[in-house]
């Protein structure tokens, strides 16, 4: 039977932890992306733990003497990713106290709108204190890895994950094979939205969805939160072999696709034409057809003209590209408006 243990890391001081930060792992796969706090919440952390007050608690998994021997690391961060980089950033400099800090202990010491230099240099008793606040780390040991995934899930069902964030949090076999795909250069290099929310996690599941409806139903369906996190849960073990299926077939047309785009693409700057894309160059690899990245640019540039045209002559503006500018503003995830997208388009192309 699998176990779970916490206990509390003694010692954990600021300028501890800070010292072994290459004995950490800050982004084990479960994890959210870091940096997505705003300057204001990083300065409210310093604030706090100046003024001494009390932080929530950071968990760390322990690995174990052969994890640590096979990893090169002693922990992952569970939850406090975002307060251990704040932290970090701060002693490197990165960032300032606000203009209206207060030091409530001694209203004599000027802190306000330094950076952890700056006080080193002019009051270095306060670096001291902040260098030996004692973080509230709690280590969790376990046997079983998904239990790790289960509470990075519970411990932030209060916190604003999105949903893209919360299903990467399942573990398993489906989640592994959308980290996989958006890894791919299609994502890495040529998408020109960011991954800062797990935004290319969200279009990889998209796509590994559609194989999988495809694959059990023989038809698409729409892409929302529901269905993703429901195909995420249904294939999370016990069917590698189909999932690894599904993921080789999203990789090959993905892997075309990159072949087309230019490097952060002005035509990929958005998600919601992304599944179009990947349908369209399905249909296009089962026909052996070629796409052209100039026929899509020229596509666009006819819907952005059609568009300006209709508001000087609606009669004589194409009501095709028309529906396809409006559906691509309302509703991405309703498969009756993929569909419609798609029709537009691939009739443009001819396909």
């Given amino acids: 039977m699998s176990y779970i243990e916490t206990f509390p890391l003694q010692h954990s001081t600021i ?4 010292s072994e930060i290459d004995e950490i792992e800050t982004s084990p796969e479960y994890q959210r992306n870091g940096g997505i706090w705003t300057p204001e919440k990083k300065q409210l952390l310093i604030d706090s733990i100046i003024n001494n007050y009390d932080i929530p608690k950071i968990y760390f998994h322990q690995f174990s003497r052969d994890e640590r021997a096979r990893i090169g690391k002693s922990y992952s961060i569970i939850d406090g990713k975002q307060r251990l980089e704040t932290i970090w950033s ?3 400099n990165e960032f300032k106290l606000s203009n209206d ?3 409530q202990d001694d209203e004599n010491i000027k802190v306000a709108g330094m950076s952890y230099n700056d006080i080193a240099q002019e009051y270095p008793k306060l670096k001291i204190k902040f260098d030996s606040f004692v973080l509230p780390i709690v280590c969790v040991m376990t046997d079983d890895f998904d239990l790790i995934e289960d509470m990075f899930s519970r411990l932030n069902e209060a916190a604003p994950l999105n949903s893209a964030e919360k299903r990467n949090a399942f573990g ?4 592994r094979a959308i980290r996989e795909i958006s890894n791919l250069k299609l994502f890495t ?3 020109k939205f960011p991954n800062n ?3 290319h996690f969200e279009i990889a599941a998209r796509y590994l969805l559609v194989e999988a409806s495809n694959h059990e139903n023989s038809k698409l369906i729409d892409t929302k ?3 993703l996190d429901s195909m995420a849960k249904k294939y999370k073990s016990g069917n590698t072999t189909l999932v690894n299926g599904f993921r080789d077939t999203v990789k090959k047309i993905v892997d075309s696709m990159a072949q087309t785009f230019i490097n952060q693409d002005n035509l990929l700057r958005t998600q919601g034409i992304m599944v179009v894309y990947y349908l369209l160059f399905k249909k296009a690899l089962e026909n052996n057809v070629v796409i052209n990245r100039i026929d899509l640019q020229n596509f666009d540039d006819l819907v952005k003209n059609n568009r ?7 009669e004589g503006a194409d009501f095709d590209l028309l529906e396809f500018d409006r559906l691509a503003q309302y509703g991405t995830n309703d498969v009756s408006n993929i569909k419609e997208k798609f029709r537009i388009l691939s009739e443009y192309l001819k396909l």
Avoid: C, P, S, T
């Avoid at 300028?15 to 800070?18: A, G, K, T």
């Avoid at 300006?308 to 609606?314: D, F, I, P, S, T």
């Fill in 15 to 18: 300028l501890r932890i800070y």
């Fill in 90 to 92: 701060f002693i490197n």
């Fill in 101 to 103: 800090f207060d030091f």
């Fill in 172 to 175: 398993g076999d489906m989640v």
């Fill in 189 to 191: 290099e040529k998408v």
């Fill in 197 to 199: 929310r797990y935004q």
């Fill in 225 to 227: 939160k529901v269905y």
């Fill in 308 to 314: 300006l045209g209709a508001e000087k002559n609606y």
